[in-house]
């Protein structure tokens, strides 16, 4: 157990089957604290499986999963992952279309979460201040009181981003953040999660290969559920398998 | 704390409705007690007793669109927490009759002295006290749904599956309430009855106190309904019924937030059945009856739910079609009705409110806007379509 501790995530020997398919097959990753992880890998290698084991969704069938270095996240459902200081980006942006793009963010403002505490919750000046500076940063000022349903597709994108920050976790999951989006909000994004990994771990996961490029962090590539290959964004395009599996088809 | 919610449970809309009923729990009772019979305005006393009727079928709307049009629960079994309510009520009023029973004994009611008990059964101690009585009104509703919520929401039974669940616990309290070993009078149910807090209940008096009572009820449901629904849970109850995983991983437990509204509905659904059966004069086994939650759904479904005006204006409505028809023409009511459920389903997605708002152009409330939106994290969670429910879904 040595390996895990000063982790953020760890995951040892993680494997998943669905009827009999290996979604996640024996699958180690590390990140550090503060560190930033992009996964790249084709369609079907398992990063979004990946993703449901850390938060919950799917219990893997063998294997650990540990966060900041200590608790075993196979044991706990999803709103205690979520409590512990995990957010998650879902690959299609998933907002709460029949609430204001405020309301989508005092929901995920890191509040109690109690029921008592919701019923009788007041924004006080330290949150509305929060998420006046939440909506700044993800450009969505102006629609703060339009309803999530009417925002565009990188518009939600956004929000969910928005959304994840003030949740004010300590693990940021964000799966394809940018699809959707123009050449000048991609690189925007990649500045953002840039920011954000100074202070937390951000685990990305992305096919836009310069958008990847834009986030200079270590790269790991999935396929058929396993690490095929890890480094930083050269090395990892330049591996004969990764080649092959990924970047040639 | 308590006065910032309050204060967020009165917005305009709930302080019209508010000062409406209040209003009528005044006028209507002047009306019937102070205009004397023939002259214009008098309401004569069987019309004081329907229209509580009919407004204790709004309290049950209310309660059910709480759960139902707020957070996405369809209730097929919400009857069952009306005629547990009702029944708490009618076995006070079985127990005011005392020695006036046609047996004439002074502690057994005459369905017991029929089967030759001769003892009340434990589960009938307390209830010749109206204050226990109330007390049992709001318990037994609120602990049977919190009992049903907890296993069922715990294991995550959401869509028709839930919706199937709670038809058959209505059902089988149904079954278990035409019993006569049950105590509770069996087919013939509570009926006879003679005072409600001294009052003779046949008076016109006591008639009109127990309107203004059923009125001043529903104004306070809509306080409560409205203090919850403008509030942050509130937000979290639309937020579970939009997309209930999303909920979950922002870290709220879905669970426990169900478990609240449900049991708040479940405790509001027995006042309305308290209110009702001293107004009808009995209550028998056929109020368990799952064709009558289906009749809720209806209403609220007609009225237009996730909406506080929407159900109430349902329950009127419908009843006061159900009142005409079946003077006029008895054998068509249920065609009328399901007739009326087709085209509400088809016509009308948002109810005679998502209507008004429609013609009269104004957008409504982001609040009561039905969810459009089905995320792939929902899929196979949302059986909602099949469940006759109106809300639209995209082609997945
Ligand atoms: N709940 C599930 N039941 C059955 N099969 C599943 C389930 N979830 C994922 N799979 C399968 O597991 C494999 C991995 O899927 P996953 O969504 O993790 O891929 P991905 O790497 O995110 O791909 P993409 O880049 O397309 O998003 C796929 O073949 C998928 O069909
Ligand atoms: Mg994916």
């Not at chain 2, 409505?317 to 054998?331: A, C, D, Y």
């Not at chain 2, 009561?368 to 994290?377: E, F, L, M, R, V």
Request: charged share 15%; proline share 5%.
């Amino acid at each position: 157990m040595s390996k895990a501790q000063d982790t953020m995530l760890y995951l040892n020997g993680v494997s998943v089957a669905f009827d009999g398919f290996k979604a996640i097959n024996n699958l180690s990753i590390i990140v550090g604290p503060a560190e930033m992880l992009a996964i790249i890998g084709p369609n079907g290698a398992g990063k979004t499986t990946m993703m449901d084991i850390i938060t919950g969704k799917t219990r893997p069938d063998a294997g650990d999963v540990l966060f900041d270095g200590r608790t075993d996240l196979t044991r706990l459902d999803e709103a205690a992952i979520a409590n512990l200081g995990i957010g998650r980006k879902f690959q299609k942006p998933t907002v709460f279309e029949s609430h204001t793009v405020w309301d989508n963010l005092e929901l995920a403002l890191k509040k109690p979460r109690g029921i008592f505490p919701t019923l009788f919750y007041a924004a006080d000046a330290p949150d509305t201040a929060r998420i006046a500076a939440i909506l700044d940063q993800v450009r969505l000022s102006h629609r703060r009181h339009e309803l999530a349903a009417n925002l565009s597709h990188g518009q939600k994108q956004w929000l969910e981003i928005g959304m994840l920050l003030a949740q004010d976790p300590k693990l940021l999951l964000v799966d394809e953040p940018v699809a959707g989006m123009t050449d000048s909000e991609t690189e925007e994004t990649a500045k953002l999660l840039r920011d954000i990994a100074g202070t937390r771990s951000v685990v990305v996961v992305e096919h836009d290969m310069s958008f990847v490029r834009e986030l200079g962090s270590r790269v790991v590539c999935l396929a058929e559920g396993a690490v095929l290959a890890e480094g930083s964004l050269d090395q990892v395009s330049a591996n004969p398998l990764v080649i092959e599996r990924y970047l040639g088809r | 704390m308590l006065t910032q919610a309050l204060f967020r449970a009165l917005d305009r809309k709930a302080i019209w409705l508010i000062g409406i009923f209040l209003a009528v729990a005044i006028l209507v009772p002047m009306a019937n007690l102070l205009i004397p019979p023939g002259q214009f305005g008098h309401v004569p006393t069987y019309l004081v007793s329907l229209l509580g009727k009919y407004l204790s079928y709004a309290i049950l709307a209310l309660a059910l669109d709480l759960v139902w049009g707020y957070c996405g629960i369809l209730s097929l079994g919400h009857g069952a927490f009306f005629a547990l309510g009702g029944y708490a009520m009618g076995m006070y009023l079985m127990r005011q009759i005392g020695s006036r029973g046609v047996y004439g004994n002074p502690v057994l009611p005459d369905f017991m002295v029929f089967l030759n008990w001769r003892d009340l059964p434990w589960y009938w101690l307390g209830f010749d006290n109206f204050w226990f009585a109330m007390a049992m009104v709001l318990f037994v509703p609120g602990l049977l749904a919190f009992l049903f919520g907890f296993f069922a929401f715990r294991s995550r039974v959401t869509g028709v599956y839930l919706s199937i669940m709670t038809q058959a616990m209505t059902f089988a309290l149904l079954l278990a309430f035409f019993r006569n070993d049950m105590g509770f009078g069996g087919n013939n149910g509570l009926t006879d009855f003679k005072d409600i807090l001294g009052g003779p209940i046949q008076a016109q008096t006591t008639r009109a106190a127990l309107f203004a009572a059923t009125a001043i009820a529903l104004a306070l449901s809509v306080l409560v309904c409205s203090g919850i629904v403008n509030s942050k849970l509130g937000k979290v109850m639309i937020a579970v019924r939009d997309a209930e995983s999303r909920t979950r991983f922002l870290g709220y437990r879905v669970e426990y937030v169900k478990l609240f509204a449900f049991t708040v509905s479940a405790i509001m659904a027995g006042i309305a059945g308290a209110l009702y059966v001293p107004q009808v004069g009995i209550i028998n086994p056929g109020e368990f009856d799952p064709a009558n939650s289906i009749e809720i759904v209806i209403w609220t479904a007609l009225g237009g739910r996730g909406t506080l005006v929407g159900p109430i204006i349902g329950a009127i409505v419908v009843n006061l079609g159900k009142s005409w028809f079946t003077t006029t023409l008895p054998e068509l009511w249920l065609f009328a009705l399901g007739a009326l459920f087709v085209c509400s389903t088809l016509f009308l997605p948002k109810g005679i409110v998502g209507l008004w708002h429609q013609v009269f152009g104004r957008r409504q409330k982001p609040i009561g806007a039905a969810p459009t939106q089905s995320s792939d994290i929902e899929k196979g969670e949302d059986a909602a379509s099949l469940s006759g429910n109106p809300q639209p879904k995209p082609a997945e």
